[in-house]
């Protein structure tokens, strides 16, 4: 079984930024895609930023391109989601997880951390 502990979380302004990490309890990111997700109060989970086991695939949603960069440290076994020029849109809690599969679907992925609230204050 796989842990995956999110932090870096916390209240921000508009404009400002936050880094989100990503600790998983044993060596996986090298051998798996990692996905980040977001979920805002009474909306569905959306997929936010992914990147797979080779550093291939790198994909982010509309939304945060341009503004989010999701990277990887294996030596460490922790992800990163840096955000800049946040906006209260982006205010949600964040997950992230790992899956076999690089894509943007939740359902491939079968490791799930217990989210961070991020809240962006206009």
């Known amino acids: 079984q796989v842990q995956l502990v999110e932090s870096g979380g916390g209240l921000v302004q508009a404009g400002g930024s936050l880094r989100l990490s990503c600790a998983a309890s044993?060596?996986?990111?090298?051998?798996?895609?990692v996905g980040w997700f977001r979920q805002a109060p009474g909306k569905e989970r959306e997929f936010v930023a992914g990147?797979?086991?080779?550093?291939?695939?790198?994909d982010y949603a509309d939304s945060v391109k341009g503004r989010f960069t999701i990277s990887r440290d294996n030596s460490k076994n922790t992800v990163y989601l840096q955000m800049n020029n946040l906006e209260p849109e982006d205010t949600a809690v964040y997950y992230c997880?790992?899956?076999?599969?690089?894509?943007?679907?939740?359902?491939?992925?079968?490791?799930w951390g217990q989210g961070t609230q991020v809240t962006v204050a206009s």
């Open positions: 990147l797979s086991f080779s550093g291939v695939w790198i």
């Open positions: 044993r060596r996986i990111f090298s051998v798996s895609a």
């Open positions: 997880a790992a899956g076999s599969v690089s894509s943007r679907d939740r359902s491939h992925y079968a490791y």
